[in-house]
């Protein structure tokens, strides 16, 4: 058997299509974490090292940040499909090597701290409002930490899986040097979880390498032939 890396589809195969849609899941229910409690006239979260005031005010929003928090959890649920989804097509590919193990693990940690995150963030719609100004910095803390530079770091293993893989089957450059760039900026956002001057990197490395996961779903699925 030989393998060819797809450079443009004409059709997509049932497998195509379930990874493609649990994709657009993740990306829509992530979204929709962040927009919801701005439609509520909220705003965004505060960022670390805002004032427990604005993290108050914030989680007053008790419906929308609750809703928020259970998106989160939606959305982790997704990425988890699509890790094991692709990590699985990956290795029926051909000889992958530990890239298909590294997608599939970095996936499911992807979704282990997004869904946290999402706890966290239930928590504080629910207790936000009465809790002390200590604890609610703390819990903001660690949604921020879990649900940003974690779940980002994460998600760049799965992108580091794929250039690994396509690396082992001689896939395009192109397509081996993009996965690799997305790694590393996801990499350099974990920074943020000891910097707040650093939190600008987090959506730097994790919007780019969302879409780089949907256009790679699109464009770079390597194809076993015989």
Do not use: Y
């Not at 965004?44 to 604005?54: L, Q």
């Not at 207790?127 to 530079?149: K, W």
């Amino acid at each position: 058997m030989s393998t060819r890396i797809s450079k443009a589809h004409t059709g997509f195969r049932g497998s195509d299509r379930s990874l493609i849609a649990a994709m657009c899941g993740f990306l829509a229910l992530f979204v929709l974490s962040v927009v919801v409690p701005s439609i509520a006239g909220g705003g965004t979260m505060p960022a670390p090292g805002a004032p427990a005031t604005d993290l108050q005010q914030w989680a007053g929003h008790r419906t929308a940040v609750i809703a928020a928090g259970a998106l989160m959890m939606a959305a982790a649920g997704a990425v988890a499909v699509f890790g094991d989804l692709l990590g699985h097509r990956l290795a029926a590919a051909g000889p992958a090597g530990r890239g298909p193990v590294v997608v599939r693990s970095a996936a499911i940690a992807a979704a282990v701290a997004l869904a946290a995150c999402g706890v966290v963030v239930m928590l504080l719609g629910n207790r936000g409002t009465t809790a002390s100004a200590d604890s609610v910095a703390t819990l903001g803390r660690a949604a921020f930490a879990l649900g940003g530079p974690v779940h980002t770091l994460l998600l760049g293993g799965v992108t580091l899986g794929w250039a690994l893989t396509l690396t082992r089957l001689g896939g395009s450059r192109p397509a081996i040097v993009a996965m690799g760039i997305l790694s590393a900026l996801c990499a350099l956002s974990a920074g943020a979880v000891f910097s707040d001057a650093l939190v600008p990197l987090v959506p730097i490395g994790r919007f780019p390498t969302m879409l780089g996961l949907l256009l790679g779903t699109v464009r770079w699925l390597p194809r076993p032939e015989t």
